[in-house]
């Protein structure tokens, strides 16, 4: 079984940065997929960002692209998303995901994701 614990989060003024960790226990694998979706209120969950383990390789959503950047520490497998220049509407529910067989045509989908932590507040208001 594996396990994931997210942190940070919070409220941030418009413009302001917010970072989110989330760490994998159990069964990991160098081959596994960690990535972040975010749902709000009345809209279905969205593809924020994900990075391939073994690799390193980092996907994003458009929305977020050149605001938002997600690392990986492999040792401690923690994967990080800094998000820098955040928005009204980035406000939503952000849950940590992973997938452990993930081909590159699911990344994107929730589809793809055995695991899911308990989610974590993010908000930008004025």
């Known amino acids: 079984q594996v396990q994931l614990v997210e942190s940070g989060g919070g409220v941030v003024h418009p413009g302001g940065s917010l970072r989110l960790s989330c760490t994998a226990s159990?069964?990991?694998?160098?081959?596994?997929?960690m990535g972040w979706f975010r749902q709000s209120p009345g809209k279905e969950r969205e593809f924020v960002a994900a990075v391939f383990r073994s690799y390193g390789r980092a996907y994003y959503a458009d929305s977020v692209k050149g605001r938002f950047n997600i690392s990986k520490d492999n040792a401690k497998n923690t994967i990080t998303n800094q998000m820098n220049g955040l928005k009204t509407e980035d406000k939503a529910v952000y849950s940590c995901a992973l997938g452990q067989r993930l081909t590159l045509s699911y990344v994107k989908r929730p589809a793809g994701y055995d695991v899911w932590g308990q989610g974590i507040q993010v908000t930008a208001s004025s």
């Open positions: 159990g069964r990991t694998a160098s081959t596994d997929t």
